[in-house]
């Protein structure tokens, strides 16, 4: 399974986060201090989304730790999306002098945060298994439905 590397303290931000990755069958990893990056292994992050006001890590940090030149292989780049309260902080302009790949201003909606993650990730290949479950008793019930006519059409000529 893929991971959402989610850097914030703001529970509520969590949360809705939390819920909407986990529902897309990813799974969230919060990070609270700079230490337990250290644990996190590269080639399942999927996308970054870091508060940059927070300043468990610095945005510079975070992006030299999972986006340096040297970790990046075969051009595959984390996404890395900046979130923030204040616009006019000083901590946000120089974090927008750095490479990412979107910002969230907070407090923001689940649709917001949808297709933020839509536009950085291929949902279309990810598969659902109540969606694939749904599909697959959709083609039971045409199956059998089709089985009825076959069998009432046999009976059919059976009586003729």
């Known amino acids: 399974m893929r991971h959402i590397l989610i850097i914030d303290r703001d529970s509520t931000t ?28 590269r080639d399942e992050i999927a996308v970054i989304f870091m508060d940059i006001e927070t300043r468990i890590s610095s945005p ?5 730790y999972f986006n340096s030149a040297s970790k990046v292989k075969n051009g595959h780049r984390i ?3 900046f979130m923030y309260s204040n ?5 946000v302009k ?3 002098e ?3 790949d ?12 949808f297709e933020l993650l839509e536009k950085q990730l ?22 059998a439905e089709t089985m009825e006519n076959w069998l009432e059409k046999f009976g059919s000529i059976l009586e003729s």
């Open 14 to 41: 969590l949360n809705d986060i939390s819920r909407l990755v986990t529902a897309l069958n990813f799974e969230p990893v919060v990070l609270f201090n700079l230490n337990s990056q250290n644990n996190i292994i």
């Open 98 to 100: 750095l490479p990412h």
């Open 122 to 143: 291929d949902l279309g290949s990810i598969e659902y298994e109540q969606f694939t479950n749904e599909y697959r008793l959709k083609e039971m019930k045409d199956y």
């Open 60 to 64: 510079k940090d975070v992006i030299n």
């Open 87 to 91: 616009v006019d902080s000083k901590l």
């Open 102 to 113: 979107a910002e969230l201003k907070k407090p923001f909606t689940l649709e917001k945060l």
């Open 79 to 81: 996404p890395v999306v």
């Open 94 to 96: 120089e974090a927008r």
